[in-house]
């Protein structure tokens, strides 16, 4: 058998849409696998009541397809699905090194990429990478058409994740089709000055760089409360907030000392709207981690 422990994700990061990601080092899904005539899926953890183990609607599933390579999956989830927090890429990143290993496939994970995206496919309708790749390769991710660039860094970060739901198929129907090219240059400019901060391991490049005016404010319209989270961090010292991949999740980045103080104001802001929700205190971190039992 093999196991796998694959990252929850951050992508977007405000001015890098669909191009930007991050790996979170907590929470995680761990996957587990072993050879079988055909591929069965069972789920335990948090949310797995909403997902289904039928392998044409899973996105491992749809992994194991991709690299023929049936197998007996189980899954415990650490990661909610319809978080923002990049719930089913990271399944599909940990079925994607387990198999790739279990079968002998001898894939990169730079190959695996488009591999794991598969499952994205099923469940969005779009095949983006912007999560599966920091989930396997960890840091900081670009995504384009001409493949992945990647750094490592150690970015403090908080997220914070409400107990609502917002879908990635229903936060993508809101962006917008054409945008101004006064905002298209200002978020030109914002992707670059976070791409330096992320190279540089400066959070205060990467918070400002994380504005955008383009998409984010269609989607923190789905967000209950998103308006006072947001203050309310930027206040507890965040050098920049957004909404994680498609929400509900709010991203904070900050230094280091700051990570407790805003986690309790994000909280309160939330809960001050009415709804609970959980904070998690953490870094950029490593891709996924392969274990042999
Ligand atoms: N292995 C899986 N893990 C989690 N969700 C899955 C999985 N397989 C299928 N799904 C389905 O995918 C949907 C959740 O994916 P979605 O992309 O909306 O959320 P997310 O991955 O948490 O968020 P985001 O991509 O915005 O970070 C749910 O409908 C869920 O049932
Ligand atoms: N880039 C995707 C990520 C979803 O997690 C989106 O924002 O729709």
Redesign the pocket.
């Known amino acids: 058998m093999l196991t796998v422990r694959a990252p929850a994700t951050s ?1 977007n990061l405000g001015s890098g849409f669909d191009v930007f990601g991050v790996a979170l080092g907590a929470p995680a899904d761990v996957v587990r696998v072993e050879r079988a005539p055909e591929t069965t899926i069972s789920i335990t953890g948090a949310g797995s009541q ?3 183990e039928d392998p044409k ?4 599933g749809a992994v194991a397809e991709a690299l023929d390579a049936p197998a007996r999956i189980r ?1 415990d ?1 650490g ?1 909610r ?9 990271a ?1 599909a990143a940990a079925a994607a090194v387990a198999l790739n290993e279990l079968y002998g496939r001898g894939l990169t994970r730079e190959e695996l990429v488009p591999i794991a995206a598969e499952g994205e496919a099923l ?2 309708g779009e095949a983006h990478a912007d ?1 599966v790749a920091p989930s396997l390769l960890g840091g900081f991710t670009v995504v384009t058409d001409g493949g992945v660039t990647q750094v490592d860094t150690s970015i403090p970060l908080v997220a914070c994740l409400p107990e609502i739901t917002v ?3 229903d936060a993508r129907a809101v962006v917008p089709e054409h945008a101004r090219m006064d905002n298209v240059v200002d978020t030109v400019g914002n992707a670059a000055t976070l791409a330096v901060g992320m190279a540089r391991n400066d959070p205060e490049l990467v918070g400002k760089g994380m504005a955008d005016e383009i998409v984010t404010p269609e989607r923190t319209a789905l967000i209950d409360g998103y308006a006072q989270v947001r203050d309310a961090a930027l206040e507890a010292g965040a050098t920049g907030v957004t909404v994680s ?2 929400g509900p999740g709010v991203l904070a980045v900050c230094h280091h000392a700051d990570r407790r103080a805003i986690a309790a104001a994000m909280l309160d802001a939330f809960d001050a709207a009415g709804i609970e929700s959980r904070a998690y205190q953490t870094t950029v971190g490593p891709g996924a981690r392969l274990y042999t039992d």
Not at 57 to 60: A, G, H, I, S
């Open positions: 992508a909403y997902i289904p609607k899973n996105t491992v899954i989830k990661v699905p319809s978080s923002g927090l990049g719930s089913s890429a399944s469940v969005s999560n879908s990635t198929r991949g498609a």
